[in-house]
């Protein structure tokens, strides 16, 4: 990846144009900057003062990394917007297809209607005899219709001629149209005509999206043409309902829907980007800068993935981001999670890049580097340094710029590993519960429509029921279920709850049965045609005893309500792929690994799921407060579910249009839960792997005169040897085993100090310590009259305490016996004495104990593993 210079940083060329309008990217660089400069200055001042530190490694090391650090985070938050713009741009064309899918149906079905049919052949012209009497019932019918199926702002019937013979707008002149849709649905094979153009029978709209069909004497094949009927759609409107869900006004984003040519045919900011603009369509790019109106944009389309076969006029999802606004900070969310598990799971999340996991591994090995490079510039400044005290203020201020830098490292990191978790998971969450609503929106429309079917209403009228009108209703009901399939029984009960009539033929022994059920009771008391009920979400023995939603509506005859509809919703199959159709997708279509969603009630009773262990009609075992979020809240955080971590987003429906708004009386909160697989709990356990942990609250007592002590830890004790004894600490990477030994030898290799090989041994057993993390450090030492080198590990590296010789406490072997490498002790200074006792380590009992061929004494009081 070819890089650029950005401000003394390294970066992609990528990601050049927009670096420079991420703040927090900027932000990080800017305090990553200051930092760089106090290297500077703290290397000058270690070459002055004489410190025995060689800063200009490690300051070139830690420079190198922030360059890859900003470079990261500038990718990752470009990856994220250009994720989100493809995500929204799919939705925007793909949610309008689902519902143009629907009203496909729609114009088939309505063309079929018995009073429709009845009208047309009635009145082929307007001046028919009864024609005006006839025209204000159809058209209270066509109001009936636009009243439930509310996408629809006009219904249009014409002769086969074009001759207007009825509409809902009562300002429309024209008389005859002249429109080539007339000609496209005579000739048409299809089952209807879609029309998104300028029509001469709606003047008022420039443009309009027109679903027309022929209507026919019968169903029969190559029946009369006796009429053509068109359903208006209210497409800009429909587009205002999607483009709320999906739009951030933060940003400023515009999102659009493009003609087969780029023009713009809708959008969320007129004012930004105009109906009729002409744009370039970005399908084979990830992503592409466009100036518009003199503003550079952040540009992306996405065609449509299709429903059902269906894939609609050739229109395109387009979403654009002024990059001034593209990468404007977003609120977090306010769960608390530790960054040291955010690092954890970055380690451990497969959906992470290898150079991404380096970087806080990176900053750990350099910051050890740096570590130990201060310990042994402390230890050798004893000897050699002419102002100790400007030498040791020195040290501790380069380890805290090391921790500093680090520390921003560690931070920039984690909240980018949040971003990336978290990332689209409440839209998914919310994808699904929206389409969950928009698809039962049409359940309660169709069973307020059908339940005006007039055969209905004037059979349930009679006193007597024959076989006849058994047979009649049954017949149209099959005809109903056949074209809408969502159903797997559609049944007509009497005003006394009695099944008269089904769809389903294998459930035909429900006829002559009572449906004594709570929600029946609701249909047959409702007051208008406006209203319906729905039951329970329950097991129901009109769905083979599993559970589902039924829809109701009241059949009246004038103004008595003469019985109900109710449909079985096919509830298993139909939110199962309402679900599974939601669910993000690899390349090839298949639903991508570690990921599925819940759809649940507000009493946390299962409804569906892509997740074979949360069974429907169960209870999903999450926390409960969840279920307190509120209509059209959302919420996303990192939880522990099933042991493994995973991203959830939560979202609660709000409902469609006047679906579940607060205009309907039906109320049912449902909760969509969206899971992505992180690991699993038991690989992300955080390892701290900070070898430098110095107990800064720790002081002691100075006397007139006083010795320098190396500190470290081995395993949970806190040791020290005197400096006068120690040479310099190596990294623990640097052992050499090339002979084969016994694992619990305390004898564990060499390593090459000053080109000779120095013997290391492991002294934590004689402790009486058990392992508790592997070893970070080599600490050398010299002892003996030649000053041999012997190098003993540790796990990390402590401070260098100076302690009055008072105040070091002789261990009396004659009390403790020869059990112990142990010499002396050292208390601190305070009110609690025996917090962190430093313990010294005898160099005269390791030698004699450990070193010399003849030890003997200690080899055999080991800690029992």
């Known amino acids: 990846?070819?890089?650029?210079?950005?401000?003394?940083?390294?970066?992609?060329?990528?990601?050049?144009?927009?670096?420079?309008?991420?703040?927090?990217?900027?932000?990080?660089?800017?305090?990553?900057?200051?930092?760089?400069?106090?290297?500077?200055?703290?290397?000058?001042?270690?070459?002055?003062?004489?410190?025995?530190?060689?800063?200009?490694?490690?300051?070139?090391?830690?420079?190198?990394?922030?360059?890859?650090?900003?470079?990261?985070?500038?990718?990752?938050?470009?990856?994220?917007?250009?994720?989100?713009?493809?995500?929204?741009?799919?939705?925007?064309?793909?949610?309008?297809?689902?519902?143009?899918?629907?009203?496909?149906?729609?114009?088939?079905?309505?063309?079929?209607?018995?009073?429709?049919?009845?009208?047309?052949?009635?009145?082929?012209?307007?001046?028919?005899?009864?024609?005006?009497?006839?025209?204000?019932?159809?058209?209270?019918?066509?109001?009936?219709?636009?009243?439930?199926?509310?996408?629809?702002?006009?219904?249009?019937?014409?002769?086969?001629?074009?001759?207007?013979?009825?509409?809902?707008?009562?300002?429309?002149?024209?008389?005859?149209?002249?429109?080539?849709?007339?000609?496209?649905?005579?000739?048409?094979?299809?089952?209807?005509?879609?029309?998104?153009?300028?029509?001469?029978?709606?003047?008022?709209?420039?443009?309009?999206?027109?679903?027309?069909?022929?209507?026919?004497?019968?169903?029969?094949?190559?029946?009369?043409?006796?009429?053509?009927?068109?359903?208006?759609?209210?497409?800009?409107?429909?587009?205002?309902?999607?483009?709320?869900?999906?739009?951030?006004?933060?940003?400023?984003?515009?999102?659009?829907?493009?003609?087969?040519?780029?023009?713009?045919?809708?959008?969320?900011?007129?004012?930004?980007?105009?109906?009729?603009?002409?744009?370039?369509?970005?399908?084979?790019?990830?992503?592409?800068?466009?100036?518009?109106?003199?503003?550079?944009?952040?540009c992306k389309s996405n065609k449509t993935t299709g429903y059902q076969g269906f894939f609609g006029l050739e229109w395109y999802g387009h979403v654009m981001i002024p990059i001034s606004h593209a990468f404007a900070q977003e609120d977090e969310e306010s769960f608390e999670i530790s960054e040291e598990l955010l690092l954890s799971i970055l380690q451990n999340g497969k959906q992470f890049s290898e150079a991404l996991k380096n970087i806080p591994k990176q900053a750990n090995s350099i910051q050890k580097s740096l570590n130990r490079a201060i310990w042994n510039g402390t230890i050798n400044q004893g000897s050699t340094t002419s102002n100790k005290q400007f030498s040791k203020a020195l040290m501790l201020e380069i380890r805290q710029t090391g921790q500093d830098t680090k520390s921003i490292i560690g931070s920039s990191i984690a909240n980018l590993t949040k971003t990336i978790i978290l990332g689209d998971s409440v839209f998914y969450a919310d994808l699904i519960v929206d389409i969950m609503d928009r698809n039962l929106y049409e359940r309660a429309n169709d069973c307020r429509w059908w339940a005006l079917t007039s055969d209905f209403q004037k059979i349930l009228a009679k006193d007597s029921i024959g076989m006849d009108d058994v047979l009649r209703m049954n017949e149209i009901l099959e005809y109903i279920n056949d074209l809408y399939t969502v159903y797997t029984n559609i049944f007509i009960y009497d005003k006394h709850g009695y099944i008269k009539a089904t769809s389903n033929p294998d459930e035909r022994h429900l006829l002559g049965k009572r449906v004594s059920k709570n929600f029946v009771t609701q249909t047959l008391g409702l007051s208008d045609s406006s209203k319906y009920a729905v039951s329970d979400f329950e097991a129901s023995e009109y769905y083979d005893n599993k559970h589902t939603y039924i829809y109701n509506a009241a059949i009246k005859n004038e103004e008595n309500v003469v019985g109900g509809i109710g449909l079985v919703f096919d509830s298993e199959v139909q939110f199962k792929n309402m679900i599974q159709e939601s669910l993000p997708k690899n390349v090839d279509g298949t639903t991508k690994n570690g990921v599925f969603a819940t759809l649940a009630t507000k009493n946390m009773q299962i409804i569906s799921s892509t997740n074979e262990k949360h069974q429907i009609g169960q209870y999903l075992d999450i926390d409960s407060s969840y279920f307190n979020l509120q209509s059209g809240e959302s919420t996303s955080e990192i939880i522990i579910y099933d042991d493994k971590y995973y991203a959830l987003g939560v979202k609660c429906s709000k409902g469609y249009r006047e679906y579940k708004s607060v205009q309907d009386d039906y109320v049912n909160d449902v909760y969509s839960f969206f899971f992505s697989y992180i690991c699993d709990k038991s690989e992300a356990v955080y390892k701290k792997d900070d070898n430098f942990s110095p107990k800064t609250d720790v002081v002691f007592e100075k006397g007139s005169k006083s010795i320098d002590i190396a500190t470290f830890m081995i395993a949970n004790q806190w040791l020290g040897i005197d400096t006068k004894h120690v040479v310099e600490t190596v990294s623990a990477t640097e052992l050499k085993t090339t002979i084969k030994i016994d694992k619990d030898h305390h004898f564990k290799g060499t390593v090459i100090y000053n080109e000779k090989a120095v013997m290391v041994i492991d002294i934590q057993k004689f402790l009486q310590e058990k392992d508790v993390e592997e070893y970070q450090e080599i600490v050398i030492i010299k002892y003996g009259e030649h000053d041999t080198y012997m190098g003993i590990l540790v796990n990390s590296l402590g401070i260098i305490a100076e302690v009055a010789d008072d105040n070091v406490n002789q261990l009396h072997n004659e009390i403790i016996g020869a059990g112990t490498l142990i010499d002396s002790l050292v208390f601190p200074s305070g009110d609690n004495p025996g917090k962190d006792v430093l313990s010294i380590l005898s160099l005269d009992k390791i030698m004699t104990e450990l070193i010399s061929p003849e030890y003997s004494k200690l080899i055999h009081k080991q800690v029992m593993r």
């Not at 043409?225 to 951030?248: P, R, T, Y």
Request: with cysteine.
């Open 1 to 298: 990846m070819k890089q650029v210079s950005y401000k003394y940083n390294n970066i992609s060329k990528d990601v050049l144009p927009y670096i420079r309008h991420m703040e927090q990217v900027e932000d990080n660089r800017e305090r990553l900057h200051e930092l760089s400069n106090h290297w500077n200055t703290l290397s000058l001042l270690s070459q002055l003062g004489d410190a025995g530190v060689n800063m200009s490694r490690i300051k070139n090391n830690f420079t190198e990394l922030s360059f890859e650090l900003i470079n990261h985070l500038a990718i990752e938050l470009l990856n994220k917007n250009i994720d989100e713009m493809d995500f929204k741009a799919q939705v925007a064309v793909d949610i309008m297809i689902r519902n143009l899918f629907e009203r496909t149906a729609d114009i088939g079905f309505l063309a079929t209607d018995d009073d429709i049919r009845a009208f047309l052949l009635k009145n082929d012209t307007k001046y028919s005899t009864h024609y005006n009497d006839d025209l204000e019932i159809i058209k209270e019918r066509f109001k009936e219709y636009v009243k439930k199926y509310s996408v629809y702002f006009d219904i249009v019937l014409m002769s086969p001629k074009g001759e207007i013979l009825a509409n809902l707008d009562d300002e429309l002149t024209l008389s005859k149209s002249k429109d080539s849709i007339i000609d496209e649905v005579l000739n048409t094979s299809g089952e209807y005509v879609e029309t998104f153009k300028y029509h001469d029978f709606l003047p008022k709209e420039k443009k309009s999206l027109v679903y027309s069909y022929k209507v026919t004497k019968s169903n029969e094949e190559g029946s009369e043409i006796i009429g053509i009927l068109s359903l208006c759609f209210k497409f800009q409107d429909e587009m205002k309902q999607i483009f709320s869900n999906l739009i951030n006004k933060d940003k400023k984003e515009a999102i659009l829907l493009l003609d087969h040519e780029g023009t713009v045919i809708a959008t969320s900011d007129k004012y930004q980007i105009p109906l009729g603009a002409e744009l370039e369509i970005v399908l084979n790019d990830n992503y592409k800068l466009i100036s518009f109106g003199g503003v550079d944009y952040i």
